[in-house]
């Protein structure tokens, strides 16, 4: 069992940036990948960035060169850092774990989620 909390979500002006972070509890964290999706209002959820259990990272398109998500499984937290954010990057931001050490986009690969945190970027 994994239990995840994230902190770190706020108002942002366009073009600034904020760091998210979740820490997750269970003896397996570090063995799992981990993901950070978001969720705009009367839109799905979506894959934005991952990293696996060696730290191999993947990212949406639409935030590659952006974001940068990171861990320290010595503090059981994964980051996600975000530069140069858009308003179009307003959305709540949830953190996931899955039982393997790879990576995966879909949202069905996950068992653990967070309770979500809200970044909202004003233009």
């Known amino acids: 069992q994994v239990q995840l909390v994230e902190s770190g979500g706020g108002l942002v002006q366009a073009g600034g940036s904020l760091r998210l972070s979740c820490v997750g509890s269970?003896?397996?964290?570090?063995?799992?990948?981990m993901g950070w999706f978001r969720q705009a209002p009367g839109k799905e959820r979506e894959f934005v960035a991952g990293i696996s259990w060696s730290v191999s990272t993947y990212y949406a398109d639409s935030v590659k060169g952006r974001f940068t998500i990171s861990r320290d499984n010595a503090k059981n937290t994964v980051y996600l850092q975000m530069n140069s954010l858009k308003p179009e990057d307003t959305a709540v931001y949830y953190c996931?774990?899955?039982?393997?050490?790879?990576?995966?986009?879909?949202?069905?690969?996950?068992?653990?989620w967070g309770q979500g945190t809200q970044v909202t970027v004003s233009s």
């Open positions: 996931a774990a899955r039982p393997y050490r790879t990576v995966a986009a879909g949202l069905r690969e996950y068992d653990y």
């Open positions: 269970g003896r397996t964290f570090r063995s799992n990948a």
